[in-house]
């Protein structure tokens, strides 16, 4: 940041430049960071392989930055009042999207996830997880302020709907992601602790029904408990990856996965990074997500106002969760699951989504004083 | 949770509204429950996702790092070939040589109804396949690309180039079938006894037929007793004999005669498994175990060792052989007769049919059926082919029957039989059934004892007798002792016997100190040539090809030569010594 701002500045970009989180923006933009040079690394060799350009994906993501970069700050200049409204209208876009896509969408790997809007191909569905974050996160804290209002109630219907909607497609890790949105919010709200545990026994029964339900999971399910059988190539392919980088990497350019991994610029692209930079990278990128959540957790623990905190918590439960899921099945720590890394993995809507949650998460934890930013 | 204070305002939708409540910074009673626990719960989230991040990294580094055998399948499946799986074990000799194996090929066929989908053009395709493969008839293979069958076969057994050029023909409906290819690599040299498979891989002769089942489910080749070279040999001496003679045929075996084991068994004419004749054909006939012959003189070696061995005579007795013998309106004559009294020797060196049949008729016909049945001249012997044959034996057995077969007439056996039992009559006096799987080290010999040592011990003597001083000369190999006998039977024909289709037979066992080795070679009509004045008798035609083949597998199979006496000249009067010098055993 070349520009500079008094202590004393009272403009819109100076108050925001004083209240907001520094460290976040900062860790935020190593991962872009990061994810650019990755997507360099490991995008060529898929495009070449696919007949495209080399730098096919990689102009197609940089395209994507610099808006998504823009939306992110723009969206932390924000009120806490301004979020929700956006996310209110955001939600309802999205589900009247989300309806659209078993209409509109084209087939995609067994899916119908995206929709051609105006020339552009987006995924709703990971335009509603933020949007539900927030929208659910007032339902739940006006509940919980006022018992005669019946926010638990909507915010669960709300779930029911969006999740629905995502299983028509099906997209089993998009909803278990929203799964844990509602969940971790439902908890932070003051869910009583004996239905804490009636859910958390309910969740293995939501796994064993996916199992038998959607024919993908049962297949990735089985692949993880053997991985013996040809279908566990890409996660076996991606172990050997590591294990080739060791501590330092073989060096950029050096891997040898890209050359055979159909996803190796979506959601094995850590496994490009492990093979040419080494563990130390993933082990860095690893703590830009622990930092980046934590981080958000702990400047929330500070607030007072419950909203905020549910909301904050939402969207980082949504962000740590996804990078969590797409490392652990990177690693083989569990079923493979089509999930991008935020901010690293290829993928436009993915970015642009994330950008707007982030940037909810930045306005939402910009140091207020009082009831600053609740009116109006 | 239930402490939940009457709000002032109605109940809406702002999360907000209770910041407008109350001072500023005063926090009321229940938005600081809810924020309260709302605080201590973020904790236990945070410590969650603080333990899946700390995973996350744990396991990078397990992967990366300390886990030194990472689950590898990827690799492996692509560089691991599959071991070739046969339907059949490989056939070998003694040595190890590889006598039959089975390579994988491909059979090329047609879906005739694919083609037709596929809106082929027949015509072209069958001019292209032809120019391909050559061997398919143009006109044939149109007709079977039209026709309206579900397959049919358009050539079995292509090249890995063939397969190559029929593949990128690309026309549809034309489709490769796997399968295995019997391969002999010493063509015809082993036939009889190996044997031959069929289009579809199944033995029908020899030991691929005997074996058929063992082999498909067997991996370990399948060893037999010959010895790949002695089996050249033989072979090779035969078939010039046959030439030179042009005989019709002709049978050579070479067999242990401590073990039983066959290290030789040629028939010729012969044939090429690779590519072999029709079932019916005479080259596919096996003269050695399935051709009952009468074996002439050589059967006299049975004669004489069933009087020695009866007690009846001593190899000194003598017989009068001084007229033909008569009986029943039989005259029996000499074909050398010399026309006096003859020892036990003289009758066997120069073959005189009236003196061993005065031998059969003074041990008497029980006593020769008798002989007969122990020394295997009876029964079939128990050899591990399919084509073994058993003797034609005379019913009733009479007295004339006694004296015929004395001179080897009358009783028809297998060129096998006579060496089997040739080998127990020099061996010490045991039986052994002749076979054709090598014998493991070790391995417990079947021996049935059907003579006395002693009768045994004189009959090398006589044996080698007939090679220095009777009708065996030609067979004689310097410093191997070889012994035998000569056999020259008249074959039956319409009407009587033949006198020019003869079966020239010479039995041989060397070294007679210490015999190790039993070899029969039998010429199958045999006519003279100049260089025999005439001869088509053993001795000119069987005895010296025996006499080559022995002296080229006698030193092949180990044996040391004797050293032999130097011929008496002035200078070295004092060092030459009638009747052989120093005996040296015979050594492996």
């Not at chain 1, 981080?295 to 929330?300: D, T």
Request: charged share 20%; glycine share 10%.
């Amino acid at each position: 940041m070349s520009v500079t701002f008094g202590r004393t500045d009272t403009s819109v970009l100076g108050r925001w430049w004083w209240t907001v989180d520094r460290w976040t923006i900062a860790a935020l933009f190593l991962l872009v960071a990061v994810g650019a040079i990755l997507t360099m690394a490991a995008s060529p060799a898929v495009a070449e392989r696919i007949g495209a350009q080399s730098f096919h994906f990689v102009r197609r993501q940089f395209v994507f930055l610099a808006p998504a970069v823009i939306i992110m700050l723009g969206v932390s200049l924000l009120t806490p009042k301004q979020v929700r409204r956006m996310a209110v209208i955001g939600l309802l876009a999205s589900i009247v999207l989300l309806i659209l896509v078993p209409v509109l969408a084209v087939e995609i790997k067994g899916s119908k996830r995206w929709l051609n809007l105006a020339g552009m191909s987006i995924q709703p569905s990971e335009f509603v997880k933020p949007m539900f974050a927030v929208v659910a996160a007032w339902m739940f804290a006006s509940a919980r302020l006022d018992p005669a209002f019946p926010g638990r109630v909507i915010a669960t219907a709300l779930f029911g709907v969006v999740a629905a909607l995502l299983l028509i497609q099906p997209d089993v890790g998009q909803t278990a992601i929203l799964t844990a949105i509602w969940g971790t919010q439902f908890f932070l709200a003051g869910l009583p602790l004996i239905l804490v545990v009636g859910l958390g026994l309910a969740a293995p029964i939501g796994i064993v029904g996916a199992y038998y339900v959607f024919p993908h999971v049962q297949s990735r399910f089985d692949k993880f408990l053997d991985p013996s059988g040809s279908g566990a190539y890409q996660v076996t392919t991606a172990l050997s990856a590591f294990k080739n980088g060791g501590v330092f990497g073989r060096g950029p350019g050096e891997g040898r996965v890209k050359l055979v991994l159909p996803d190796a610029h979506t959601d094995f692209i850590l496994a490009v990074g492990g093979e040419e930079f080494g563990v130390v990278l993933c082990l860095f990128v690893v703590m830009l997500f622990a930092f980046i959540v934590l981080r958000g957790f702990s400047r929330i623990h500070k607030e007072d106002n419950l909203f905020v905190v549910l909301a904050t918590a939402g969207l980082l439960v949504q962000f740590g969760l996804q990078a969590i899921v797409n490392m652990a099945s990177t690693l083989r720590m569990m079923p493979a699951k089509g999930m991008t890394l935020p901010f690293i993995s290829y993928g436009g809507s993915s970015m642009v989504a994330l950008a707007l949650g982030m940037g909810m998460v930045l306005a939402l934890t910009r140091t207020r004083y009082g009831r600053e930013g609740m009116e109006a | 949770m239930s402490i939940f204070a009457p709000r002032r305002h109605t109940p809406g939708f702002h999360a907000g509204d209770d910041l407008q409540a109350g001072a500023a910074l005063r926090l009321d009673g229940v938005r600081m429950q809810a924020i309260e626990t709302g605080r201590s719960r973020l904790v236990i989230t945070a410590l969650v996702f603080l333990l899946a991040f700390g995973a996350v990294g744990a396991r990078m580094v397990d992967v990366a790092v300390i886990d030194r055998n990472p689950p590898k399948p990827h690799a492996q499946p692509q560089a691991r070939t599959d071991e070739l799986k046969m339907e059949r074990a490989d056939i070998s000799d003694r040595t190890g040589v590889l006598l039959a194996s089975s390579l994988p090929t491909v059979s090329l066929f047609a879906r005739p109804e694919d083609l037709k989908a596929a809106k082929v053009d027949i015509e072209s395709a069958a001019i292209r396949l032809v120019a391909v493969l050559p061997e398919l008839d143009l006109e044939e293979t149109i007709e079977r690309l039209s026709s309206g069958r579900q397959f049919v076969y358009l050539k079995r057994n292509l090249t890995p180039r063939q397969h190559y050029d029929v593949n990128n023909l690309g026309i549809p409906g034309l489709l490769f079938q796997k399968g295995e290819r019997r391969i002999y690599p010493h063509g015809p040299l082993a036939s009889h006894a190996v044997g031959v498979t069929d289009v579809d891989n199944k033995g029908v002769a020899g030991i691929e037929k005997r074996f058929e089942n063992a082999m498909r489910e067997s991996r370990e080749p399948l060893a037999l007793s010959m010895d790949i070279r002695v089996q050249t040999i033989v072979r090779n001496e035969l078939a010039r004999s046959v030439e030179e003679f042009s005989a019709v045929g002709g049978t050579g075996m070479v067999m242990d005669v401590r073990t039983g084991e066959l290290l030789a068994m040629v028939s010729l004419p012969d044939f090429d498994p690779n590519d072999p004749p029709p079932p019916t054909d005479p080259s596919m006939f096996n003269r050695a175990t399935k051709g009952a012959y009468e074996m002439g003189s050589t059967f006299k070696l049975f004669n004489t060792a069933m009087a020695l061995d009866l007690g009846k005579a001593n190899i000194n007795s003598s017989f009068d052989a001084s007229k033909p013998l008569v009986f029943g309106g039989h005259t029996i004559h000499d074909d050398h007769a010399l026309n006096r009294w003859m020892t036990v020797s003289e009758i066997l060196i120069h073959s005189s049919n009236i003196g061993s049949a005065r031998m059969a008729l003074d041990a008497g016909t029980e006593a020769q059926r008798a002989f007969m049945s122990r020394i295997g001249m009876l029964q079939a012997p128990p050899l591990e082919l399919p084509e073994v044959a058993g003797p034609l034996i005379p019913s009733p057995w009479r007295e004339i029957n006694t004296i015929t077969i004395a001179f080897g007439h009358g009783l028809s056996v297998t060129p096998l039989q006579l060496l089997a039992g040739t080998a127990a009559l020099v061996n010490g006096g045991e039986y052994h059934a002749p076979t054709l799987l090598a014998r493991a080290p070790g391995d417990a010999i079947p021996a049935i004892r059907v003579l006395k040592p002693k009768t045994s011990e004189n009959m090398r003597q006589l044996m080698r007798m007939v090679v220095t001083d009777g009708t065996g000369k030609k067979a004689d190999v310097p410093g191997y002792e070889v012994g035998g006998k000569t056999g020259t039977a008249e074959k039956a024909g319409a009407g009587g016997y033949r006198k020019k289709a003869v079966l020239s037979s010479f039995i041989a066992a060397f070294p007679m100190d210490a015999p190790r080795y039993a070899v029969l070679m039998m010429i199958d009509e045999p006519q003279a040539t100049k260089q025999t004045f005439g001869f088509i008798t053993a001795g000119w035609t069987a005895a010296p090809a025996a006499g080559r083949v022995i002296a080229q597998i006698a030193p092949l199979l180990g044996l040391m030569p004797k050293t032999l006496p130097i011929p008496p000249s002035g200078a070295s009067k004092g060092i030459a010594r009638t009747g052989g010098g120093r005996e040296v055993a015979a050594v492996e």
